[in-house]
T-cell receptor, first 114, second 109 residues
Framework: GAVVSQHPSWVICKSGTSVKIECRSL??????MFWYRQFPKQSLMLMAT?????????EQGVEKDKFLINHASLTLSTLTVTSAHPEDSSFYIC??????????FGPGTRLTVL | QKEVEQDPGPLSVPEGAIVSLNCTYS??????FMWYRQYSRKGPELLMY????GNKEDGRFTAQVDKSSKYISLFIRDSQPSDSATYLC?????????FGKGTMLLVSP
């Protein structure tokens, strides 16, 4: 299957700082990538859909000014959590869309905000 | 009623057992059906995808779709401790995936 990487795999930051998470499709081009958030023992919650070269589409209740998404190339999308607070601590997972609309997921990034 | 229903478990079985994981759905527009496996603190891994009603087999895994009943299943034969994970069903309509909440499976040696 297709490979999607994420960096960093985990990050600890102080409250008020910004954190950038990168998502890369390593062996295919992805015009569409997705960003999810997952709390312990919960399912994936879609945050936004990222399309290369255009603005991301955010799900209801997700603050676009807080979670900045940039999909500048066919293999890279970034999620920046601005002015992070402890309640933003979570597991953030990206995925890239395949040819039949399946999604290939990255390994996830665990964010802890102190 | 949620679009996709999945029993969260946990489902505990002994090694070698046949495991049956299920999801029901309400949206008849769903076209593709997928099963993902997620180990703790890892991203989901695509296991199986199916399009039409019927069975699809891949090694110890069999995915089954019954569109008339809006019911999908994943069977795992000869389960192994390494199969212990959370299994998420996912369904596609209009290029958007809808996930079930996931079923935690525990296979004891």
């Amino acid at each position: 299957g297709a490979v999607v990487s994420q960096h960093p795999s985990w990050v600890i930051c102080k409250s008020g700082t910004s954190v950038k998470i990168e998502c890369r499709s390593l062996d295919f081009q992805a015009t569409t990538m997705f960003w999810y958030r997952q709390f312990p023992k919960q399912s994936l919650m879609l945050m936004a859909t990222s399309n290369e070269g255009s603005k991301a589409t955010y799900e209801q209740g997700v603050e676009k000014d807080k979670f900045l998404i940039n999909h500048a190339s066919l293999t890279l999308s970034t999620l920046t959590v601005t002015s992070a607070h402890p309640e933003d601590s979570s597991f953030y997972i990206c995925s890239a869309r395949g040819t039949i609309d399946e999604q290939f997921f990255g390994p996830g990034t665990r964010l802890t905000v102190l | 009623q949620k679009e996709v229903e999945q029993d969260p478990g946990p489902l505990s079985v002994p090694e070698g057992a046949i495991v049956s994981l299920n999801c029901t759905y309400s949206n008849s527009a769903f076209q593709y059906f997928m099963w993902y496996r997620q180990y703790s603190r890892k991203g989901p891994e695509l296991l199986m995808y199916t399009y039409s009603s019927g069975n699809k087999e891949d090694g110890r895994f069999t995915a089954q779709v019954d569109k008339s009943s809006k019911y999908i299943s994943l069977f795992i034969r000869d389960s192994q401790p390494s199969d212990s994970a959370t299994y998420l069903c996912a369904m596609n309509a209009d290029s958007t995936l809808t996930f079930g909440k996931g079923t935690m499976l525990l296979v004891s040696p």
